[in-house]
């Protein structure tokens, strides 16, 4: 989910450079409705992994779109082997992505990809290399109808990883803590039908539960969930595909950061955002799912005054 909202940059500067095109993209089974909220694109292709599995179903899957499209440009923006056969198998004319592994022989131009730099920045490079123009102006942006409620704060406390998932003990102490320095706000717990069990521990710890509205398991789609992330004033978040959406629609975002770099994938657009990290452990920042130590240290020492404090600037302003 993450992804796919920061490839939206990739998007609108596809758009400018070449304003009178047909986007169509290949999206994810699962993900397919965040696509309505994507400016500029024309035609979206389902691809389930179960459905065309391996290799095989890859290639199948490409040759189907061929028989459909004949394509000008296939931008491939991840970096996997399977994305580029996927791109040579539709037959399109030029197949652009990073160069990688034996990838290349798939592409008709395999270019460098930047490390080092944030995921957003590094799809817009694909589009300034092939084009051999500097794109200055770039932002990660979803489109909604829903405004705003002031004093509704949406938090989660979710992520598909252990290591950036807030523990249940901190979750509650963080929620408690919230409620005590800001009782005439409206509270609203987010997460998916998997998520909710998580949610639910969490809550069972806080002695005024009444004054949150539990989410979790309660928006079964993406556009449920992007409604109610939209609704909020601000948005209290763990690094996570929700903190992506909540930043591209404009809701001020706190993230906490446990396992993943902010450099490279913390939510795009600064304006109104703040990225809370530990930094005092020599394991920080890590990549993996799991914690070493068990429940997510990083995320365990994080003082609990310090995200109250980030949550109340925005609501100061």
Known sequence: MGDMVMSTAFISALSTEYPSADIDVIVKKGLESLIDFIPGISKQYIFSKNDWKGLRGVYRFGRKISKKVKYDLFFC??????SALMGWSTGAT???????????????????????????DQYVSLLEQF???KISSRSVQLKTSTVNIPG?????FNSEAESRRMPVEKGASILNALIEAMPTRQFVCIGSAKDKNHVDAILEMVPHASMVTNKGGET????????VIASGSVMLTTDSGPAHIANAVGVPTVVTFGAGNETNTAPYNKDRLSVL??????????LKNTCKFGLPKCLELLEVTRIIDSVKNFIAH
């Not at 992505?97 to 730099?117: A, V």
């Not at 509704?152 to 989660?156: A, G, H, S, T, Y």
């Not at 079964?220 to 409604?227: E, F, G, K, V």
Request: hydrophobic share 35%.
């Open 77 to 82: 923006l991840p970096d996997s082997f399977s």
């Open 94 to 120: 030029q197949r652009i992505g990073f160069k990688k592994e034996f990838r290349s022989m798939f592409l008709t131009r395999s270019l460098r990809k930047p490390s080092s730099i944030h995921r957003v």
């Open 131 to 133: 084009a051999n123009k």
């Open 152 to 156: 509704v704060i949406v938090i989660n």
């Open 220 to 227: 079964p789609t993406l556009s449920d969930l992007i409604s």
């Open 277 to 286: 990290r530990l930094g005092q452990l020599s394991c920080e920042p890590c």
